[in-house]
């Protein structure tokens, strides 16, 4: 793509972008979302990031891996253990990239 | 007693957990955009105009194999649909707000800032200067991933792939969604996406994660509803 196009792809990305961020609260940030929606809503975030993360763990490399030399698997593992257990942000990550840094040093290559 | 300085100050605080997955990150894509052939100038300028991580990366993905704009726009905007959502989450909370803070807040309204937003407003008895805590997080994640995608763009190839900092960004959504599991419905949400996501992984233009996304949220309504019902 020439940088005429690449210009032209992000701004156009970026307006798309910001229409939808914008959409209701600026169209109908006065008037009541649906009830129904509404329930629907909360589970927006739970549902997307779950999404992103199931691939994450267990398709690490585009195929799918479900075994004990899957170190991403393990260390995501421990990280739902760790927020379930200490509902902190900072400690999950630590001792999750900790987990895989330490695994990817023992486990054989993959 | 909460001024909107006081606010805007909690909302920078709370947000900086978050900013320590949001700078590998953003490092990461300013070193694969370079890779991806995209001048320096105009990775920056993505990151400013477009502002949405997942999206910025999949556009240097499609620009790498030499994808038409038009198809890049549309997966683009495939991906970015959700935060019609959070628009719609939030929109109750903000309708008296003036026409440029409407402006302002949806231009920091990325997945990292509703998350902080959301729970803020969900637990304030009154919204009084609330907006000012969503423009707190919403500026400190904006001023870190500008920084951190400048940083990677500067250090090019430089990080060690083996170092797998990207896993510090799937680590901090776990770190999100876990506590989020309160009930047996968003539980039953989150382990249906999952499901799904893993199973229609192969479909193209990443539509798998829209289709997982879409089938936990009817899998969580239903189940709520369903149980509102019996009680």
Not at chain 1, 39 to 64: D, E, K, M, Y
Not at chain 2, 97 to 106: F, G, I
Request: charged share 10%; aromatic share 10%.
């Amino acid at each position: 793509m020439s940088s005429l196009w690449l210009w032209i792809t992000i701004v156009v990305v970026g307006l798309l972008t910001f229409g939808i961020r914008l959409s209701f609260l600026a169209f109908l940030g006065k008037k009541q979302v649906a009830p129904l929606l509404q329930q629907a809503l909360r589970f927006v975030p739970v549902a997307v990031l779950s999404a992103l993360i199931a691939p994450a763990l267990l398709i690490p490399n585009g195929t799918l891996a479900l075994s004990f030399t899957n170190s991403r698997l393990l260390a995501g593992l421990l990280a739902i253990l760790v927020a379930w257990r200490t509902k902190n942000v900072l400690l999950t990550i630590a001792l999750g990239m900790a987990c895989l840094l330490i695994l990817q040093a023992f486990l054989p290559a993959h | 007693m909460t001024t909107p300085r006081s606010e805007f100050l909690h909302g920078v605080r709370d947000e900086l957990p978050i900013l320590i997955g949001t700078v590998p990150f953003g490092l990461i894509y300013g070193v694969f955009a370079l890779s991806a052939g995209i001048p320096p100038l105009i990775a920056q300028a993505m990151s400013c105009i477009v502002f949405a991580g997942s999206a910025q990366f999949v556009i240097a993905q499609l620009v790498a194999v030499g994808t038409p704009a038009l198809i890049v726009i549309l997966t683009a905007f495939i991906i970015n649909i959700r935060h019609l959502l959070y628009s719609a989450s939030l929109a109750p909370f903000t309708g008296r707000l003036s026409r440029l803070w409407k402006w302002l807040l949806a231009y920091l309204l990325t997945d990292e800032a509703y998350a902080m937003a959301i729970s803020r407003y969900q637990k304030a008895q009154d919204e009084g200067p609330a907006h000012w805590y969503f423009l707190g997080a919403g500026l400190a994640l904006w001023t870190c991933w500008q920084l951190s995608t400048a940083a990677g763009i500067f250090l090019g190839g430089q990080i060690p792939a083996s170092w797998s900092l990207d896993f510090a960004l799937p680590l901090t959504f776990i770190a999100l969604v876990v506590p989020a599991l309160k009930d047996r419905s968003s539980t039953a949400a989150a382990l249906s996406a999952a499901l799904i996501a893993l199973l229609a992984f192969a479909l193209p233009l990443k539509l798998g994660i829209a289709v997982a996304a879409l089938s936990g949220i009817a899998v969580g309504l239903a189940l709520e509803i369903k149980w509102i019902k019996r009680a």
